[in-house]
C-alpha cells in the first residue's frame, strides 16, 4: 500500500510521506495509540487536526503521525447561566460554533469560519474579530509525552497569548484529547469590539446583538474577505494568515500609524502593527507571485496559495522573501503564524529577535 502523504492531511497539499499514519476517532482508543508509538521506538508523535496551520517538509516525516479526528460535545450546566462545554480534540470548530449558536449559548460566536479541529485551538489560542479561545476556555485534557500521563491543564496554566500557547512552544510534548469550555446561555452575544464586523452587523462598536446574528455576520464578512476555506476554490490551498501581527515599540506604532498602519494593543497589552498593511507597504499585493507557485491570495496578501508546482521548500521561500522585503522596508521582524512538520527548524525560529 502507498504511504501517506503529509500533503493529503494538510489543507497546503504539500508534503511528502509519513511512514506511518495512526487516525484516533474513537477516544476509548487512546491507550492503543500511545502503546503503538512506544512500540515503534518513539517518544512521540506529530499530532495533526485538518492541518490548516502546518506546513509539511517535500521529504514528509519519518515517524509516526497521529490524526485527531474524535467528535462529540458534552453540556452540563454548571452555575446560573453558565454552561460547561466538554468537546472531543477532534470535533470541527466550526461545528462546535454552529452547535452554540443554535444552543443560545454565547463567547464562541466570533469563531464561526475558523476551519480546523477544536483540539488545535488551544495550540495558537485560534481568535477572530476580537474573541479567542482563551476568553472561555476552563482547561483542557492532554498526554503529556514527557511524563506518558493524562493531565488535566487548568487554562491559566496553558500560558495564552496572541495566537500563542505553551503547545505551540513544547512542541511534540502535549496531545490534546479534550477542551473544556465555560459558555453563557444568553439570547444576547458579548459586546461587539471589531470594527469589521460592527460594520457587517450595522451596529455601533459595544451593541450586543443575539449569538445567531453575530455567527452569521462573522461568516458572511468572512466570506466577503476570502478567509473561508472553499475546497472549490482556486484559493484553497492555504493557511489563512501567515505572519503573526508583529510587536512594536509606542515609537514604531506612532511612525507606522502616521503612515497610515493600523496598530492595535493585544489582550496582554502589547502594541501590534498590522502585518497585512507592511507586506502591501513592501509592495506585495493580492495576486502578486512571490516565487514560482506561491503567490499573495487575491483577497490579501497576508494570506499564500499554493499553486500547481509549489512545493514546502518553494513556499518556506516565498515566507522568507517577504520577511527580508518587509525587514527591508520597515525594520520590522515578520514571525511566521504556521508550524511545520519534518522541516529542521520551526518557521518561528527563522527570525529569533521578533518576539512572538
Ligand atoms: C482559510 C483559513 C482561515 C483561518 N483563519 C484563522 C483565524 O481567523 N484565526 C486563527 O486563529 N486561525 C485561523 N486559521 C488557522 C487555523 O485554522 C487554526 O490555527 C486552527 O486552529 C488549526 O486547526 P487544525 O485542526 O487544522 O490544526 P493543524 O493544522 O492540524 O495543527 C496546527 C498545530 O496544532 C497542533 N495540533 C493539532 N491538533 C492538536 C492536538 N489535538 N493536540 C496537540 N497539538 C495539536 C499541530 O501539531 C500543529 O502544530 C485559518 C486557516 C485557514 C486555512
Given at each position: 500500500m502507498a504511504p501517506t502523504t503529509l500533503a493529503s492531511l494538510t489543507t497546503l497539499r504539500l508534503g511528502g510521506p509519513a511512514d506511518r499514519v495512526l487516525v484516533l476517532?474513537?477516544?476509548?482508543?487512546w491507550p492503543d495509540i500511545v502503546r503503538a508509538v512506544h512500540e515503534q521506538g518513539e517518544r512521540a508523535p506529530v499530532v495533526l487536526g485538518h492541518g490548516s496551520n502546518v506546513i509539511a517538509s517535500?521529504?514528509?516525516?519519518?515517524g509516526t503521525v497521529v490524526v485527531v479526528n474524535t467528535r462529540g460535545i458534552a453540556a452540563e450546566r454548571a452555575a446560573d447561566s453558565t454552561v460547561a462545554v466538554t468537546v472531543q480534540a477532534g470535533h470541527p470548530l466550526t461545528d462546535l460554533v454552529s452547535w452554540a449558536a443554535a444552543e443560545h449559548?454565547?463567547?464562541?460566536?466570533?469563531?464561526?469560519?475558523?476551519?480546523?479541529t477544536t483540539g488545535a485551538a488551544p495550540v495558537q489560542n485560534t481568535g477572530a474579530y476580537g474573541q479567542q479561545l482563551a476568553d472561555t476556555l476552563d482547561y483542557v485534557t492532554a498526554w503529556d509525552w514527557q511524563t506518558n500521563r493524562l493531565l488535566t491543564l487548568p487554562a491559566h496554566t496553558c500560558r495564552l497569548g496572541y495566537r500563542h500557547s505553551r503547545f505551540k512552544v513544547e512542541i511534540g510534548r502535549w496531545t490534546v484529547l479534550s477542551v473544556t469550555l465555560h459558555l453563557t446561555r444568553t439570547s444576547q452575544a458579548a459586546p461587539v469590539t471589531y470594527q469589521h464586523l460592527a460594520a457587517e452587523l450595522g451596529v455601533p462598536i459595544g451593541a450586543c446583538p443575539t449569538v445567531s446574528e453575530v455567527t452569521a455576520a462573522v461568516l458572511t464578512n468572512r466570506h466577503r474577505r476570502g478567509l473561508l476555506l472553499n475546497?472549490?476554490?482556486?484559493?484553497?490551498?492555504q493557511v489563512g494568515s501567515?505572519?503573526?501581527n508583529p510587536r512594536v515599540t509606542p515609537v514604531q506604532a506612532h511612525r507606522w500609524s502616521a503612515a497610515g498602519c493600523p496598530a492595535h494593543r493585544d489582550t496582554d497589552g502589547q502594541l501590534r502593527a498590522s502585518a497585512g498593511w507592511m507586506l502591501e507597504h513592501a509592495?506585495?499585493?493580492?495576486?502578486?507571485?512571490?516565487v514560482a507557485g506561491v503567490r499573495c491570495s487575491a483577497y490579501r496578501s497576508l494570506t499564500l496559495v499554493a499553486d500547481h508546482g509549489a512545493t514546502a521548500a518553494g513556499f518556506t521561500k516565498a515566507l522568507l522573501r517577504l520577511t527580508g522585503r518587509v525587514a527591508a522596508s520597515t525594520g520590522i521582524t515578520l514571525r511566521p503564524e504556521p508550524t511545520a512538520i519534518g522541516l529542521c527548524k520551526q518557521p518561528s525560529e527563522w527570525c529569533p529577535d521578533s518576539g512572538t
Open positions: 476517532s474513537d477516544p476509548t482508543d517535500d521529504a514528509g516525516y519519518p449559548l454565547a463567547g464562541i460566536e466570533c469563531l464561526a469560519g475558523i476551519p480546523g475546497p472549490h476554490n482556486p484559493e484553497a490551498r501567515v505572519f503573526l509592495g506585495f499585493r493580492p495576486g502578486d507571485t512571490v
